[in-house]
């Protein structure tokens, strides 16, 4: 368990590094300012948005038990695990959201063109909030119609990201079990989608630094306490 917590804890440094550069430079999403990659990274967002993300899972989730040659009769355990550790971290964000309450990087811009408390947008129905975001065409004429949209899918708080809790969860499920020696090449390949994931969330407005740091953090912590009961599981069985 020791080596397993030293690939996690190393796993979570390595997501880390792109946010805390963005934070470093005093990168900030702005309506004014539409980069041309944004609609690349949002294909990239949507293979973790519904439906996607359960596709991105099945895919994920085979190539991890390849690189982790376990035995057929493994298979339930594995899959059991993998559950608790993605569909469990999604369980906290969804907890975390209405606790916390964090407004989305583009409702406060959006409040702040329309002279209102960001918390204002949050006392409207979904249908509203969708109504709300459709007026963001009158301020920033440039922002394409497919972002809108996307903002118009998205009308919940912001801390953590669920995106990037989602993505931290299936790398650190890949630090912890894969040789990194052996299969190096897959682990560079889903480190560089988990940190396209994160970027596109910044991006497009959506998050903020602080809560794909959070979300990391959290899915580290979670991912390392899961483990510790599967690997005390595991001896016990034999």
């Not at 020791?2 to 690939?7: H, V």
Request: contains cysteine.
């Amino acid at each position: 368990m020791r080596q397993q917590f030293t690939k996690l804890t190393l796993g979570a440094m390595g997501l880390l590094v792109p946010v805390l550069v963005v934070v470093f430079l005093g990168w900030h999403w702005s309506a004014y300012q539409v980069d041309s990659s944004a609609y690349v990274f949002y294909c990239i967002t949507q293979t973790v948005s519904r439906p996607w993300g359960i596709l991105t899972s099945v895919i994920l989730g085979i190539v991890l038990y390849y690189c982790r040659g376990s035995f057929p009769q493994h298979l339930p355990s594995f899959i059991i695990l993998v559950l608790i550790i993605v569909g469990g971290g999604q369980g906290i964000k969804t907890l975390l959201k209405p606790f916390f309450a964090e407004p989305r990087p583009y409702v406060v811009a959006l409040m702040n063109e329309m002279h209102a408390a960001p918390s204002n947008f949050y006392q409207h129905t979904g249908y509203e909030r969708r109504q709300l975001v459709s007026h963001s065409s009158r301020y920033w004429p440039s922002i394409p119609q497919w972002q809108r949209n996307h903002w118009q899918h998205e009308t919940g708080f912001s801390f953590p990201s669920g995106h990037s809790f989602f993505v931290a969860s299936w790398l650190l499920l890949f630090y912890s079990l894969v040789a990194v020696k052996r299969y190096w090449p897959i682990l560079i390949v889903v480190t560089l989608w988990a940190w396209a994931v994160m970027w596109s969330r910044m991006l497009l407005g959506m998050h903020w630094p602080r809560d794909i740091i959070a979300s990391i953090l959290i899915a580290w912590i979670f991912s390392v306490l899961v483990l510790c009961v599967y690997s005390l599981f595991s001896r016990h069985r034999t």
